[in-house]
């Protein structure tokens, strides 16, 4: 989980918060090219992004169809005893031979947590760990949809699931039960690999997961991967733009069969890969920075 969300607007201003993607008007058209300034007073960023996760069937379709698909190569990566969902810098030992596993991120992943995410629009707020605690202390995020299904059908071939999360460790107990409550596996504390980790011969930077799937790996051939973010799948040494494409370039066979990508359109790294990953700066630089980074198509 990371810093995610800008609020600037409360939601009983947002009758109040005029529409900027309007077409230009004759005499602006002539204008050269600019991105418009932001607004004083713009609407919460994640409203949409918020009401679409928990509202949408088209949400719900997406999660559901992306696990359904997943469930039909199991038998397939089964059978294929040199398929690993791991790439070479991270796959320390040889896989064949040992125990089937799946890598699964937690948050949008397994576990929706949009209700936090409403919180926040709702509050005006944004995230900070105090109140992301007491979320995970309550225990009541839902399932992603699709996952449990898909559990069910890896759990039934003697495939463990692994969670590979950014929840910190301390958050380690309110997340198995939560994770349990929701008809999830848990085959032991260990399948929890939380930030925080220690991984020995290995160090890890900020939360990136590269430690703690090699860590996986050493006990686990590794199926497939599932998560909302590329930093779920391999390390993202640069968090821009463009390092980004390079990995989703270089990898883009890998989805569809190892890898697969759950929709998250609430918060991730791509966002502060639009203002230089510095959360230092104030909210209207940041917003102002993605506005920068839209296509006008001109
Ligand atoms: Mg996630």
Not at 122 to 143: C, F, H, I, M
Not at 196 to 208: A, I, K
Not at 214 to 223: D, H, K, N
Not at 245 to 269: A, I, V
């Amino acid at each position: 989980m990371r810093p995610l969300v800008l609020a600037t607007c409360l939601l009983t201003a947002l009758s109040a918060c005029k529409r900027t993607d309007a077409p230009p008007t004759p005499a602006a058209a002539d204008k050269p090219a600019a991105t418009p300034a932001a607004p004083a007073n713009p609407a919460n960023d994640n409203l949409n992004a918020v009401a679409w996760v928990q509202t949408s069937v088209e949400y719900r379709a997406l999660s559901e169809q992306t696990y359904r698909a997943a469930a039909e190569y199991l038998d397939k990566a089964l059978k294929e005893k040199n398929w690993d969902a791991l790439v070479p810098e991270e796959r320390g030992n040889a896989a064949t031979g040992l125990k089937p596993a799946v890598v699964l991120d937690v948050d949008e992943t397994v576990l929706d947590n949009s209700p936090y995410q409403a919180r926040l629009v709702r509050d005006g707020a944004s995230y900070d760990e105090v109140t992301w605690d007491q979320w995970v202390a309550e225990k009541k995020a839902k399932p992603v949809p699709g996952v449990v299904d898909f559990a069910r059908a890896a759990t039934a071939r003697g495939i463990t699931l692994l969670y590979v999360s950014n929840r910190a460790v301390h958050l380690q107990a309110a997340t198995i039960a939560n994770l349990k409550a929701v008809g999830l596996p848990v085959a032991s504390d260990k399948v929890f690999l939380g930030l925080g980790t220690v991984v020995e011969g290995c160090e890890q930077h900020g939360s990136e997961k590269n430690c703690r799937r090699r860590l996986a790996g050493q006990e686990y051939r590794v199926l497939m991967q599932f998560g909302d973010q590329i930093g779920d799948f391999v390390q993202v040494t640069a968090n821009t733009r463009q390092g980004r494409d390079q990995l989703y370039d270089e990898y883009n066979d890998w989805f569809g069969e190892r890898w697969w990508m759950l929709p998250n359109p609430t918060y991730g790294s791509w966002e502060p890969a639009l203002f230089n990953n510095d959360w230092a700066q104030p909210a209207a630089a940041r917003h102002q920075a993605k506005r920068d980074a839209l296509d006008y198509a001109p």
